[in-house]
C-alpha cells in the first residue's frame, strides 16, 4: 500500500468525495459542541492505489489550535468515519481506512512572505548569505 504520485481518475473521485464530506462532518461536529473563533478545512485527501487507506490534510485557522483540534479529531475518529460512511455508501463500496494531518503549507508561506518583506531580505542584503566556497 504505497500513495502513488500519478493519480488515477478513481482515486481523485474518491479523494474528492471524502474531502467533501470529512469536512461537513468536522464543521458540523465543531458547531455542535459550541467551538467558536475556529475554522477547520481539509486542503487535501490522498487516497492509495488500492483505495484502503486515506490520508487527510486538514487546515486550522488560527493556527495554533492546530494540534489540540488535531488531537480532538484522532480522539473521534471512529464516528467520523461512520458518519461519512453513511454519506458516501451509496459512492464507496468500502471506506478507507483514514489518517488526519495539519496542513502548515499556509504558515510556511506565510513565514517566506515576513522573510522577504521583513529586513532579512537576502536579495537586498546580500551579507545575510553564507559567503560560496571556491573550489
Known amino acids: 500500500m504505497y500513495f502513488c504520485t500519478m ?4 482515486q481523485k473521485k474518491i479523494a474528492g ?6 469536512a461537513d462532518v468536522i464543521q458540523h ?4 459542541a459550541g467551538v467558536q473563533g475556529i475554522l477547520v478545512s481539509v486542503t487535501k485527501v ?8 486515506a490520508k487527510v490534510y486538514m487546515s486550522v485557522f488560527p493556527h495554533q489550535e492546530g494540534e489540540k483540534v488535531l488531537k ?3 480522539a473521534v475518529k471512529s464516528q467520523i468515519k461512520h458518519q461519512v460512511a453513511q454519506r458516501t455508501k451509496h459512492q464507496l463500496r468500502r471506506m478507507p481506512e483514514v489518517s488526519y494531518f495539519i496542513d502548515d503549507s499556509l504558515e510556511y508561506i506565510s513565514g517566506i512572505e515576513k ?5 532579512e531580505n537576502p536579495i537586498e542584503n546580500p551579507d ?6 571556491k573550489k
Open 29 to 32: 461536529a465543531l458547531r455542535e
Open 17 to 22: 468525495v471524502l474531502q467533501r464530506d470529512v
Open 128 to 133: 545575510l548569505l553564507e559567503k560560496r566556497k
Open 72 to 74: 480532538e479529531v484522532n
Open 7 to 10: 493519480e488515477t481518475n478513481r
Open 115 to 119: 522573510a522577504v518583506k521583513g529586513g
Open 46 to 53: 490522498s487516497v492509495t492505489t488500492d483505495l484502503s487507506i
